[in-house]
């Protein structure tokens, strides 16, 4: 059981350019989200998933794309990096049925610089 | 629209004293999460609290949930410098619902 993987750990884009930022989960789990961090801010909630084919909108989701296409897999697109998203990036996963008190697990995080 | 708020954002303390850091949400929501983070690390899960009166507790912190005041507070007993971490608590209004975190209590505990 991997758990929660992010791809690429680090990250230099130019202003302007393109990247997908790659989270996978072998749990099953129904429910996955990104987040950013950033110093004295916390994390804040870009976009989430409850299944494959829904996604929706958090708190700061300007800038950013999400797709889901299957279970494990919740891709966050930059079409075109700026300077203000220059930050750690994580993805997270949890059930999202049944009685239990889904806990919810997280990647390692990617660390993304926008020069 | 639900905001999760956390004081103190900063907490500095000894070795051997108690301290409580606080979390206040807005809005009547169906579970509080609390989670620790080291420098340069991801998230670890430490507690989820699902009802009114909810306290669990491991090792030295001890996590408690008041639903009708919106606030729940994570308690240090007698602290030492292995607890210095960032503390995070997040909350989701309801099972399926997103999960929106406080800006972190950053604790710092000196020898």
């Known amino acids: 059981n991997a758990g929660v993987t992010q791809t690429p750990k680090f990250q230099v884009l130019k202003t302007g350019q393109s990247m997908t930022l790659q989270c996978a989960q072998d749990m099953n789990h129904e429910y996955m989200s990104w987040y950013r961090q950033d110093p004295g801010m916390g994390l804040r909630l870009i976009h989430y998933?409850?299944?494959?084919?829904?996604?929706d909108q958090g708190e700061v989701p300007n800038g950013y794309n999400v797709s889901r296409s299957t279970t494990e897999d919740f891709p966050l697109r930059l079409l075109s990096a700026a300077p203000s998203q220059t930050s750690v990036y994580f993805c997270?996963?949890?059930?999202?049925?049944?009685?239990?008190?889904?806990?919810?697990?997280f990647g390692p995080g990617t660390r993304l610089t926008v020069l | 629209e639900l905001k999760v708020e956390q004081n103190p954002l900063f907490l500095s303390m000894q070795e051997g004293k108690n301290y409580t850091i606080y979390c206040n949400y807005s809005t009547t929501s169906d579970r509080l999460y609390w989670y620790r983070q080291d420098p340069g690390k991801s998230l670890e899960s430490l507690f989820v609290l699902l009802s009114n009166g909810a306290v669990k507790q491991e090792g030295r912190l001890m996590a408690s949930l008041d639903t009708k005041a919106r606030l729940s507070t994570l308690h240090i007993t007698a602290a030492v410098h292995d607890l210095s971490a960032t503390y995070f608590c997040a909350v989701a209004r309801t099972p399926g619902d997103k999960i929106i975190f406080g800006k972190g209590t950053r604790l710092h505990i000196l020898p």
């Open positions: 998933s409850v299944g494959a084919g829904i996604t």
């Open positions: 997270a996963s949890r059930a999202n049925s049944g009685g239990s008190y889904n806990e919810q697990f």
